[in-house]
């Protein structure tokens, strides 16, 4: 079972819905980011948490150390949201370093 | 402010061959690293350095060669090309305190024939 998984793998949605994509991990993490790869390829960080909510525009990031569940929610969904959303988490090592590990991602697309 | 200036764009490369990816970031940032993402997997980490001078291997460090000789620079070597390294490879920076918000690189298509 990998370390990080997202749900669900592949999304479409029509413009306007409110969209929600979830991150499940399964080690204690020290932070949590969702990022954002474009068709293109570039990726770009969305949000960096590592405890309750932060809100971007129409991007809210949620998450729950407890329950080791983290997610990102979408409103007002628009074509430009089309691309490939990651989670990853931040974890401290048995070495005493910081790992970060990725899920495969969830790649949404947004019909006008 | 340019942030992470990675290149080639793409490169094509016969078995055997040698080649540098190069990666460059004008942050200051302590925190840089090598990921190569292939389909259906995550991003997996190749290497990574804290500083200059101070590299270690990630998840998948062989066939790659990494050194830190400036905290601007942290170039990718590819000793002897297999097939197996035909992937996506992004460099990616960040401080090593405040939160690590994560700056990349736009991606290098490497395919190797």
């Known amino acids: 079972k990998n370390e990080v998984e997202q749900s669900p793998q592949n999304l479409t949605a029509q413009e306007g819905e409110f969209i929600t994509i979830n991150c499940s991990y399964s080690?204690?993490?020290?932070?949590l980011h969702w990022l954002q790869q474009h068709p293109g390829g570039g990726i770009v960080s969305l949000f960096m948490l590592s405890s309750g909510k932060k809100k971007h525009g129409r991007l809210i990031a949620t998450i729950n150390i407890q329950e080791k569940h983290s997610s990102l929610h979408i409103t007002a969904s628009h074509p430009r949201d089309s691309a490939v959303y990651i989670c990853?988490?931040?974890?401290?090592?048995?070495?005493?370093?910081?790992?970060?590990?990725f899920g495969t991602g969830t790649r949404l697309t947004i019909i006008p | 402010n340019a942030g992470v200036t990675q290149t080639p764009k793409f490169q094509v490369l016969k078995t055997g061959q040698s080649m540098t990816l190069q990666c460059a970031q004008d942050?200051?940032?302590?925190?840089m690293s090598w990921y190569r993402q292939d389909p259906g997997m995550g991003l997996r980490l190749i290497h990574y350095s804290v500083g200059a001078g101070i590299t270690d291997q990630g998840e998948v460090p062989n066939g790659y060669n990494v050194s830190r000789s400036t905290t601007e620079d942290f170039p990718l070597r590819l000793l002897s090309a297999a097939p197996s390294q035909t992937s996506v490879y992004f460099c990616?920076?960040?401080?090593?305190?405040?939160?690590?918000?994560?700056?990349f690189g736009s991606g290098t298509q490497l395919s190797v024939l």
């Open positions: 942050m200051n940032h302590e925190y």
């Open positions: 080690v204690g993490i020290s932070a």
């Open positions: 990616a920076s960040s401080l090593l305190t405040g939160g690590r918000k994560l700056f």
């Open positions: 990853a988490v931040l974890r401290l090592t048995n070495f005493g370093n910081e790992k970060l590990t």
